[in-house]
């Protein structure tokens, strides 16, 4: 999972990429090279806000996911603790928001930002683009297919975002088969729709 797509996201400045597809991880843009984040509470925190997108999440949400019913003493200053310490190591913009909420800020998400690219894909097809289309579209896959998200999670928004998973991924493959069909590439277009036509509420990205 090295490679770097930044040149598909010009208007974004984020110099740290998060992996949700297998062990959460925090990666160099550019290079590919993960940094360590620090407690398994900070990397549940992490993975929970990268899950939710820009989205901003309640502390009360927050602190259900990363003590699964078993909360500190003040959950509120255990998290702004959390906050701090992963801001102090990839930057203040990273996670934005204070005690009310939180969202991820310049962090790319590596599960969003492959959604965002068969959005790209899917109207690039509509302009009839479809080499460009089955470009990104593979760059999608890439990104994103070579495993479960938060796998090391079990959790309910877990679960939802692993669902979320795989629909970008059906997206991903249909999109592709429609563009490789358009390209004159048969056989590409038949393998890629027959695994549109798999991934399903059961399917897990291997």
């Not at 360590?36 to 309640?58: N, Q």
């Not at 629909?167 to 563009?179: T, Y």
Request: glycine share 10%; aromatic share 6%; net charge neutral.
């Amino acid at each position: 999972m090295g490679e770097d797509l930044g040149g598909l996201w010009p208007d974004q400045p984020a110099s740290w990429i998060l992996r949700l597809v297998g062990d959460v991880q925090v990666c160099r843009a550019g290079t590919g090279h993960a940094a360590p984040v620090g407690s398994r509470k900070a990397r549940i925190l992490l993975a929970y806000l990268g899950a939710r997108g820009g989205e901003t999440s309640y502390v009360a949400d927050i602190v259900e996911a990363v003590w699964a019913g078993s909360p500190p003493r003040d959950p509120a200053a255990n998290v702004a603790t959390l906050v701090s310490r992963l801001r102090a190591r990839f930057g203040i913009d990273t996670i934005m928001g204070a005690r009310t909420g939180y969202r991820v800020g310049e962090l790319r998400v590596d599960l969003h930002e492959a959604a965002a690219l068969v959005s790209t894909a899917e109207n690039a097809l509509k302009r009839a683009q479809p080499a460009y289309a089955l470009l990104v579209a593979e760059q999608a896959i890439k990104l994103i297919g070579g495993g479960p998200v938060v796998a090391e999670h079990t959790a309910d928004w877990a679960e939802d975002t692993r669902a979320l998973q795989r629909s970008v991924l059906q997206r991903a493959w249909q999109v592709g088969a429609d563009s490789a069909r358009r390209t004159g590439a048969p056989s590409l277009a038949r393998a890629m729709a027959e695994t549109a036509e798999i991934v399903g509420p059961g399917y897990v990205a291997s």
